[in-house]
């Protein structure tokens, strides 16, 4: 079992930035592929990040690239999405996961991910 804790979320302005935690405990995190995901109301859970237990692989949805960045610190246990020039359509939740399976420079489907965190709420304002 892995237990995933998000962290970071809130308001912020168009333009602005913000940093979300994901804290992970349990099975050997260093092993797992992590990625982020997130929801707007209304529609379905969609991938943003995602990167390799060694930190060679990084993808990202084509929507936040160059914006965001995944990152990871494998002896806090803990990875991170820096968000930069958010927009108002980034607001959702997002979501932390884990995934023992997936492989490859590619968007990671929400299937493949076995640990899911609660979810933190980012809002970003006009």
């Known amino acids: 079992q892995v237990q995933l804790v998000e962290s970071g979320g809130g308001l912020v302005q168009a333009g602005g930035s913000l940093r979300l935690s994901c804290a992970a405990s349990?099975?050997?995190?260093?092993?797992?592929?992590m990625a982020w995901f997130r929801q707007a109301p209304g529609k379905e859970r969609e991938f943003v990040a995602t990167?390799?237990?060694?930190?060679?692989?990084?993808y990202y949805a084509d929507s936040v690239k160059g914006r965001f960045t995944i990152s990871r610190d494998n002896a806090k246990n803990t990875v991170y999405l820096q968000m930069n020039s958010l927009k108002p359509e980034d607001t959702a939740i997002y979501y932390c996961?884990?995934?023992?399976?997936?492989?490859?420079?590619?968007?990671?489907?929400?299937?493949?991910?076995?640990?899911w965190g609660q979810g933190t709420q980012v809002t970003v304002s006009s």
């Open positions: 349990g099975r050997t995190f260093s092993s797992y592929r």
């Open positions: 996961a884990a995934s023992g399976s997936a492989s490859g420079r590619r968007v990671i489907a929400p299937s493949e991910c076995e640990y």
């Open positions: 990167m390799s237990w060694n930190g060679y692989i990084r």
